[in-house]
């Protein structure tokens, strides 16, 4: 059972355009939902997360929007750059154990 | 600092054989995981210690997979019977105090079984 949609597979977006991933959860115990980058070759790596408390978080040129009602969540990057080219990983959890979804293949070109 | 080290980087073995897997925690850090990420998907979890203890081991697939961490600092992650299905990148992460503490990635062990 996939207990986190994400959408869409990949993504293709201009370098100063906004990229925006999709993901929807089933878990209404779910309080943490976390995005991680992660680089060919490399470990994923926390790039911001929000608790359901807020509708909204943003750290510099990402923000997460949050829909309790929906149980959906969504990653906006501003100003996309080339070097934000990565696949892009939302998670949902409760406790230690993180539900990643399959993963958005971003590539901003230039 | 360091960040989490797993060796090898990359691991090939034959049908059937018994592999192990070793992560390097960061330093100080209570809390390991093991995830298991297929090509094109998210990264699926394993286990969890804090400490010496696996206190959620619900992840691991079948009996064939092991993993311990005797001194509460590194840990191995043991694969019995290796199956083609088992190739996949392990990842090992750490945090500081478990729970949603955040998770610090390995660069993981890419296993191949031929």
């Known amino acids: 059972q996939q207990q986190v949609k994400q959408s869409p597979q990949s993504l293709i977006v201009q370098k100063g355009g906004i990229s925006i991933i999709n993901c929807a959860y089933e878990?209404?115990?779910?309080?943490?939902f976390p995005w991680y980058q992660q680089f060919p070759g490399k470990g994923p790596a926390l790039l911001i997360a929000i608790r359901p408390d807020v509708s909204e978080k943003k750290e510099g040129r990402f923000t997460i929007s949050f829909n309790k009602s929906a149980k959906q969540f969504s990653l906006h990057i501003m100003d996309s750059q080339p070097g934000d080219s990565a696949t892009y990983f939302c998670?949902?959890?409760?406790?230690?154990?993180?539900?990643f979804g399959a993963g958005t293949r971003l590539a901003v070109h230039p | 600092g360091a960040g989490v080290s797993q060796t090898p980087s990359n691991k090939v073995t034959e049908k059937g054989k018994y592999v192990e897997l070793r992560c390097d925690p960061i330093?100080?850090?209570?809390?390991l995981y093991w995830y298991r990420q297929s090509l094109g998907q998210g990264p699926e979890f394993l286990i969890y210690?804090?400490?010496?203890?696996?206190?959620?081991d619900s992840g691991l697939p079948n009996d064939r997979f092991f993993a311990v961490r005797p001194e509460g600092s590194v840990s191995t992650l043991k694969i019995q019977r290796t199956e083609r299905g088992d190739s996949a990148v392990y990842l090992c992460?750490?945090?500081?105090?478990?729970?949603?503490?955040?998770?610090?990635f390995g660069p993981g062990t890419r296993l191949t079984v031929l």
């Open positions: 210690f804090q400490g010496t203890g696996a206190a959620d």
């Open positions: 998670a949902a959890s409760r406790g230690h154990k993180l539900i």
């Open positions: 330093s100080g850090h209570t809390a």
């Open positions: 878990n209404t115990a779910f309080d943490y």
């Open positions: 992460a750490s945090s500081l105090v478990g729970g949603q503490d955040t998770q610090y």
